[in-house]
């Protein structure tokens, strides 16, 4: 039996998404029917994106740089998706900064950088879409926050990134549990090892000695597809009843302990 998602009623704001994953959520949520909003630092990479999500599934898509360090440009976000498209139903949280490197090598605007993404900004995103939800006519939206599963495992070079992908799974249940008399669920993805351009290059520069990927249960790493299919999961009718929750795409990975060295 095959399951057709239409989300043709919604507007999807999606955070890091002129390229990897967040590329990839976008063409998902366009190829259900939804009106996409695609930010990011980069003018040039998000407005490929919308234009594609344009041209290929026929929906409306708009391109909205975005440094979601700077609380002005992360209200005007919210503020130019409304009058675009009105109250956006749906938030992806993707953005995120990885530094890599020893914890006691980091600098001070390393750690900064890394929890100014991957925690305040998207906090203070979610908190501009909450508004936004509660002084609409909508009734009920949706946040979704792009973890990771190195949250779960002590990983060699990824302590803090790490820590802030706990956080924001902390953050996740708390906003879940506050935002569910406005009818928001606020779920979160955790993705394991992930092909996309940055994770290729580390495979092929250090997969031998950071990696085993042959004990991954599912037998191979994980594409961008497979994070973007858990997106419109959470964002359909399907999980109307599901909030607060994380959500492991990793192939098996934390369970057995497998893939890293």
């Known amino acids: 039996m095959t399951i057709q998602l239409d989300l043709s009623d919604d507007t999807v704001i999606v955070t890091g998404g002129g390229r ?24 040039d990479e998000i407005s490929r994106v919308a234009e594609r999500a344009r041209t290929e599934f026929d929906v409306g898509a708009a391109a909205v740089p975005t440094n979601l360090v700077d609380r002005d440009e992360i209200a005007a976000l919210v503020d130019a998706t409304v009058d675009e498209f009105g109250t956006p139903s749906v938030l992806v949280n993707n953005a995120g900064a990885n530094i890599a490197g020893p914890p006691l090598d980091m600098t001070a605007d390393e750690v900064d950088t890394m929890f100014d993404v991957n925690v305040r900004g998207l906090f203070l995103l979610s ?3 909450g508004r936004a939800v509660r002084e609409s006519s909508l009734e009920s939206g949706r946040i979704l926050n792009i973890s990771s599963v190195v949250a779960d495992l002590g990983v060699p070079a990824m302590t803090v990134y790490a820590g802030t992908k706990s956080a924001v799974r902390g953050l996740t249940k708390g906003m879940a ?36 990927f042959d004990r991954i249960p599912l037998g191979r790493v994980g594409k961008p597809r497979d994070v973007a299919n858990a997106c419109l999961f959470f964002a359909s009718d399907l999980a109307d009843y599901v909030t607060g929750e994380d959500l492991l795409v990793d192939g098996g990975v934390e369970f057995t302990a497998g893939l890293y060295k």
């Open 20 to 43: 990897g994953i967040g590329e990839e959520i976008v063409y998902a949520f366009a190829e259900a029917g939804a009106d996409v909003v695609v930010a990011a630092r980069s003018e």
């Open 127 to 129: 908190q501009e879409f």
């Open 177 to 212: 549990a506050e935002l569910a008399p406005d009818g928001v669920t606020v779920n979160s993805i955790s993705p394991g090892l992930v092909r996309i351009e940055r994770t290729e290059q580390v495979m092929e520069e250090h997969g031998d000695e950071l990696f085993d």
